[in-house]
Structures are given as structure tokens and as C-alpha cells.
């Protein structure tokens, strides 16, 4: 028989580890596992770049806020995907941006990430008074099933009735839930490491400067650089005004991670199958595709009403120096 949420018994899923492996912290004094236990912990693993955790914070923010009168402890843990998220001043920038304040950690050695055994941006553990792993959640969703989670432990800790309604929150910007009914186009990572389906004439040239030519015709989820650029490990950057991405994608919504090498701005333009976007703009570009790149971050350079369909994306730099780390969708 399946258990009702009041009756719902957690597996124990290991301890909280240590967490003296930060490089440091934001909102708080260096926690411990000893410091915190007494206490229901909830405990993420994000990057800022990261358009699957960017979508979970309205929720961390409003479990923070429901129910920090009631003892829980939320602990974000910043552990970087790209060298560039590593930066303490960039992960400073990102938690006053999404406004978040609770304690956060910069893991930027990796050294909690390996103490939870952890492989996933975002990742969610929910951790009892006693310092037990009761629950994780890896990725977006099931959001209702962990706060039910974190009432439990609030429960067995001790707290006052805590089973109240649950959270609603909506997202706004990259904050907002995917249109998972219409999202056709994975991640597309550009940097020579983790890239897929490049496109351009004559292929790739590994961290050196190079004059590219984009295809006529591109195969959906396929993408191509043209003018001149450097494709490095986790990135490529542009080296001439007029470079150029072009990417044909379906999906609601199109991001890039981007900024520049110096984080002075850098002048773009997107189209959309060769005409402004309109009101296809995202909220880092107007309705003539125009917009300005700096520091980097995840910028959301198209959101689509009405119907989706396969489309022809192109982003052309007006100035050197951009850097493009990744595309992602929703």
C-alpha cells in the first residue's frame, strides 16, 4: 500500500558531511555539520550559469522564507561548472541578482561537491535534525513532494504544526518554467570540450584564431560560427566586429551564457529566421534584437508567444571580445 504524505517513511541516505571545504562564504560565518545539527537542513548545489537551477530559486526563496521561523536551515553551495563561475565577485553578483539570502557557500575547489558525492547542477538534499540525508531531488520538479519533505523533518524535529498550504510562487524572466510541451533542443555547448553538432565549413580550429563560414542551410539543433573567432575549451571568443552565432532551434525560449573577456560591453544584435525579433525578444534584448553583453552570466535573448516551431537564431557582435560558453532552452 502506498503511503499518504503524514504517514510517508524517508529512507536515510547517508550524513551530512563536514563543510570546511569551502572557499568561502556569502550571507553567513563558516557553517558546520555541528553548528546546524538540531536543525532540518535543505541543502543545493547551483551554478549561476545554470538555467535548470535559475528556475528552482522562486522556490529555495520561498521555502527559505515560510519556513526559517520554524527552524529549517538552507544552505545554497556554489560549486562552478566554467573556470569563470569560480570567481567569489561573480557568485557575489548572482546572489544579490536573484536575491537570495540565505547562507551560501563557495565550493569552488569542489571539496563539499565530493563530500556529498555529488554529480548535478541543481541538486537537492533534504537533511534531518540529526544530520541524516532523508531525501534529494536532482534537476527541476517534484517541488510539492520536497516541500512535503521538509514539513516532515520540520515535524519530527519538533516544530509547530507546519502542515499548512503549500508554496506558489511564479517565476519570472529565466526564473519561469520551461514549456516542456514544446522544448525539442538540448544544451549546446560551444567550447571544443563538450561541443555537438558544430556546423560551420571546414570544421573546428582548436584554440586558435580563425575565419569561419556558416552553412546556407542548417539541421535543427545544429548551430555554426561565422567571421572570425577562437573556439577554446569552454568557450569561443569572437576577435573581430561582425562575428557571428547561428543556431536553428525549437524550443519557447533561447539563452546564451555569455560575457566578455574583459567584462567591458560588447554590442549585439539578434535575429530571428532574418528579421528582429519583435515580441520574440527575451528580456536581455529589445524588440529590435538589439542588447549589451558584459559580465558573465546567462542572458535570455528570445522568448516566443504563440505557436513554437523550428527556427533560425543568429547573434552577431558588434564589437570583439565576447565570449560564448553555452545554449540553453525553454
Known amino acids: 500500500m502506498a503511503h499518504t504524505p503524514t504517514t510517508l517513511q524517508l529512507p536515510i541516505e547517508g550524513e551530512l558531511p563536514a563543510l570546511d571545504g569551502a572557499t568561502g562564504w556569502l550571507n553567513s560565518e563558516p557553517l558546520t555539520a555541528a553548528a546546524v545539527r538540531g536543525r532540518p537542513v ?24 515560510k519556513y526559517r521561523g520554524d527552524g529549517l536551515v538552507v544552505l545554497g553551495v556554489h560549486t562552478p561548472e566554467f573556470e569563470v563561475e ?8 548572482a546572489v544579490q541578482e536573484r536575491r537570495i539570502n540565505y547562507p551560501v557557500a563557495v565550493d569552488s575547489d569542489y571539496r563539499i561537491w565530493r563530500a556529498f558525492g555529488n554529480s548535478y547542477w541543481p541538486a537537492l538534499y533534504s537533511v534531518d535534525a540529526e544530520g541524516k540525508i532523508r531525501h534529494h531531488r536532482f534537476g527541476e520538479g517534484e517541488y510539492e513532494y520536497s ?41 549546446t555547448y560551444i567550447g571544443y570540450e563538450r561541443a555537438e ?17 556558416a552553412p546556407e542551410d542548417l539541421r ?24 557571428r ?3 536553428r532551434f525549437q524550443a519557447r525560449d533561447l539563452h546564451l551564457v555569455m560575457g566578455s573577456a574583459d567584462e567591458s560591453p560588447v554590442r549585439f544584435r539578434v535575429l530571428l529566421d532574418g528579421e528582429p525579433p519583435g515580441d520574440a525578444h527575451g528580456v536581455d534584448t529589445d524588440e529590435r534584437g538589439e542588447g549589451v553583453a558584459s559580465e558573465p552570466r546567462l542572458y535570455q535573448l ?8 523550428a527556427r533560425r537564431f543568429e547573434i552577431a557582435f558588434l564589437d570583439p571580445g565576447a565570449r560564448a560558453y553555452v545554449f540553453t532552452f525553454g
Open 197 to 213: 553538432s558544430f556546423a560551420s565549413l571546414g570544421g573546428a580550429a582548436i584554440d586558435r584564431a580563425r575565419e569561419y563560414e
Open 147 to 187: 516541500e512535503i519533505v521538509i514539513q516532515l523533518l520540520l515535524t519530527a524535529a519538533g516544530a509547530a504544526d507546519v502542515s499548512r498550504d503549500l508554496v506558489s510562487v511564479e517565476g519570472r524572466g529565466a526564473e519561469a518554467p520551461a514549456d516542456w510541451s514544446d522544448l525539442q533542443s538540448p544544451e
Open 42 to 65: 535543505l541543502v543545493q548545489f547551483w551554478t549561476f550559469t545554470c538555467i535548470n537551477w535559475l528556475r528552482t530559486v522562486p522556490y529555495i526563496r520561498a521555502w527559505w522564507r
Open 220 to 243: 535543427v539543433n545544429h548551430w555554426a560560427l561565422a567571421g572570425e573567432w577562437t573556439i577554446g575549451r569552454q568557450a569561443a571568443e569572437v576577435e573581430a566586429a561582425g562575428g
Open 302 to 309: 528570445i522568448r516566443q508567444p504563440g505557436r513554437i516551431r
Open 245 to 247: 552565432i547561428i543556431h
Open 86 to 93: 569560480a570567481d567569489r565577485a561573480h557568485v557575489r553578483r
